[in-house]
Structure formats: structure tokens, C-alpha cells
């Protein structure tokens, strides 16, 4: 039986403060249960309908499964529709990760909307980027709406919390190598000829990249304008930047 403990724990993991003390959080519906399952995160236990179990059952095999009603499921999912699963899952640890040769490594700076960053996480994704750096200010990469928006992807992709000011000291002694960033009225992107690796930095929604992290930057590009509109969204901004580099790949 699902008890009222185990409802309130699952609750819980929808706050960043519980996440953070339990290391845990939530993956949410069956496209993500079921990408979910086939990744090296440790499951720790699946909430789901009989519906789902009978569907994957022979996938859920070696997991802790418990089979709840639809109406137990609604009151533990963070989603408007949930009619599958619900996992809880324990946080991979906190590794440091730099760009090794001829690899670009995606890194973000105060990136603060949920929905932004796991856009992010599933834009790198189809690029083919397998690390994703993030400033210490930048939204909780387990949050329920992250998880959600990246449809999955979190599951491919490397991360990395880290203060970008000690982090980019370190790199540039280490290593060195080309850090790129986007910046208004700085060379054009479409004409900017990509290395063979290093860092691509995308800033705040609202402020771009900081000053602290500004000084780091070897290189600016801006995608070019040719309408009227002030801004893009970073994570058109991010798909954007990236094409370019695999295009030119």
C-alpha cells in the first residue's frame, strides 16, 4: 500500500530544500520514466498505474515498483496530466567537467527559468553535447519543471555546478582554449569560424552574460539581426549559436 509517509516524502522532492537533503528528485510521466529507465541514474522507487506496469513490464523487472491509483498519482505529480508514472530517482554527484580535444562544452551563466534550462538541456542534446557547465546561481537543474521541459534528455547530458569565476581561472590555466560568448554588436556569428573545441557561454535571460564571466571571453559573436524584434530567447539563442557550430563542423 502507498502510505501517507511515502506520499509525503514524494511531495517533498518538488521542493529544491528536500531535493537538496534527501539527494533525490522526481522524473515525471512516460516518455521520461521510460528514458529514465534505460540511463545510469539509480531508481530508488516508481510510483505508477497498473496500466503503465502492464506496458513495461518486463522493463521494470529490476526496479521498485508500486502500483498506485490514477487519483494517488495526481496528488504526487508536479503535472497537470499524469496518467503513468512517477519515479524517484537519487541525484548523480556533483563532478567537475572540462571540454576535452575537439569538444565543446555548453555553459550557462545565471540561467534562471525552469523551463529555459531544460529547453537547454534537450537543444544540447540534439546537437550532440554531452556536458553543460552551469554557474552556482543558475535554477536547480532537478527541479520538476527542468526535468520536464528536457523532455528526457537529462538523461544524456553531463552537468556541472560550479562558481564560473573560479571555474574559467582554473580552465585558463589548465588548458586555456577558445571561450566563446554572445554578446550585442560583436562579430557575426554566421561569419565567425569555429575551433576545433572549447566553451560556449550563454548569459541571463535579462541581463546576458556578467561581468565577472565577461573577462574570460575570447571571443563574442552576436547572431545577427535583420527584423525589429530587441531580444531572442536563450534558448532559441542557444539552438541558434549551435547550429552554426555544427554546420560548420
Known sequence: MFSKQQQKYVQSLQIKKYRQEHKAFLVEGAKSVLELIDSDFQIELLLCTSKFFEENEKKLKKISVEQISQTELEKTSTLQSN????????????????????????????????????????????????KVVCSDTTVDFYNPKVIAASM??????????????????????????????????????????????????????????????????????????????????????????????????
Request: hydrophobic share 40%; net charge negative.
Open 152 to 249: 528526457g534528455s537529462f538523461t544524456r547530458i553531463q552537468t556541472y555546478y560550479v562558481n564560473l569565476k573560479e571555474y574559467f581561472e582554473t580552465v585558463t590555466k589548465e588548458s586555456g582554449g577558445t571561450i566563446i560568448g554572445t554578446f550585442l554588436n560583436s562579430d557575426n556569428l554566421h561569419e565567425f569560424r569555429f575551433p576545433a573545441g572549447g566553451y560556449i557561454v550563454m548569459g541571463n535571460e535579462s541581463n546576458g552574460i556578467g561581468e565577472v564571466v565577461e573577462q574570460f571571453i575570447t571571443n563574442k559573436v552576436t547572431i545577427p539581426r535583420f527584423g525589429g524584434a530587441e531580444s531572442l530567447n536563450v534558448g532559441i539563442a542557444t539552438a541558434i549559436v549551435l547550429d552554426n557550430l555544427m554546420r560548420k563542423k
Open 83 to 130: 496518467d503513468s508514472a512517477v519515479a524517484v530517482v537519487k541525484m548523480n554527484p556533483n563532478v567537475p567537467l572540462q571540454a576535452a580535444s575537439a569538444e565543446f562544452v555548453l555553459v550557462l551563466d545565471d540561467i534562471r527559468d525552469p523551463g529555459n534550462l531544460g529547453t537547454i538541456l534537450r537543444i544540447a542534446d540534439w546537437y550532440g553535447i554531452k
